[in-house]
């Protein structure tokens, strides 16, 4: 088994080189390796991440959500422009 700074070293230098991919490959792999202050570091960092992409999410949902029910309010005046203007 490596030592804790032989698996730091390699995770700084997979950090350095952004690749994002290969760091949570190795972070899964030697999660139980890291001192516990790096693997409660991922797991918050993870879990900012997690909850940023949440709220990015929602948001969009809200802005459709608003974008649909102002469709809405514009199809309802038409329909209404319609009905009147048939008579």
Sequence with gaps: MPQQNDILDQLAALVSNGAEAEVRAFVM?????????????????????????????????????EEGVEAWKQLDEIEKDFLLNQN
Excluded: C, G, S, W
């Design 29 to 65: 792999d030697h999660f139980m390796e890291l001192p516990k202050e790096a693997r409660e570091d991922y797991m918050v960092e993870t879990l900012n991440v997690a909850l940023e992409e949440a709220i990015i999410e929602r948001e969009q949902v809200t802005k459709i959500q």
